[in-house]
């Protein structure tokens, strides 16, 4: 009964420098979603995916960033040319629900994202 | 105005006291709502789903007046392990789908 986890925990970058942030969800949850969550304030939606295919990635800041999750399974959220504004906790939560409307969403422990 | 609104807090409160928090939804389209726990450092986790009748589980107790779009919480005989962040959330399908999370109201339950 392994929940969400999340790779690496911890992450510093260099600015300018690409970085990959794995998500492995609950197995059979058929929703996946990434938030960006800044000290302080509740997670950002980012994107949200119906098995592989990403149904809104309307919360995704820029074209730096970009989410896949091929298998249906795990999903990768990269990051290029990382900025400073970058610097959050990133965090994936899956869901049993296929149309995610009403189910609870199982967060992973986040990666904390630290661009220098 | 953002999405989803709430109390700026932070609310201090003594053990054993009652305390409400209130979030407002600005998006008509709000289909499901929820509020979830945040401890320091640590992930969001559900509390519970709002439903238009009310729900109580236990010292908590929700509401939801989709007139008014707006939720409570309401937390009797608080305990110290009620100290964390408490966020409002709401998913709405409008196009695509997404969940919106509240900034987040703090709790501190002191001795």
């Known amino acids: 009964g392994a929940g969400v986890s999340q790779s690496p925990r911890y992450k510093v970058a260099k600015r300018g420098q690409d970085v990959a942030l794995r998500c492995d969800p609950i197995s059979g949850h058929v929703s996946l979603f990434w938030y960006q969550q800044a000290l302080g304030q509740g997670p950002e939606f980012l994107t949200y995916f119906q098995n592989e295919a990403q149904l809104d990635k309307s919360g995704l800041p820029s074209d730096r960033f970009f989410a896949e999750r091929p298998e249906g399974s795990v999903s990768t959220l990269k990051i290029q040319r990382t900025q400073q504004e970058d610097s959050a906790v990133y965090l994936c939560?899956?869901?049993?629900?296929?149309?995610?409307?009403?189910?609870?969403?199982?967060f992973g422990p986040g990666t904390r994202l630290t661009v220098t | 105005r953002k999405e989803v609104e709430q109390d700026p807090g932070p609310f201090n409160v003594p053990e054993g006291a009652t305390v409400a928090f209130n979030c407002t939804y600005s998006n008509s389209a709000s289909q499901s709502f929820f509020w979830y726990r945040q401890d320091c450092r640590k992930e969001p986790k559900l509390l519970m789903s709002?439903?238009?009748s009310g729900n109580e589980d236990g010292r908590f107790t929700a509401q939801l007046n989709r007139a008014s779009q707006y939720i409570s919480l309401l937390i009797r005989d608080s305990k110290l392990s009620d100290s964390a962040t408490y966020l409002c959330?709401?998913?709405?399908?409008?196009?695509?789908?997404?969940?919106?999370f509240g900034a987040g109201t703090r709790l501190f339950v002191k001795a």
């Open positions: 939560a899956s869901s049993l629900a296929i149309l995610a409307g009403s189910y609870e969403q199982y």
């Open positions: 709002v439903y238009s």
């Open positions: 959330v709401v998913n709405m399908q409008t196009g695509g789908f997404k969940t919106i």
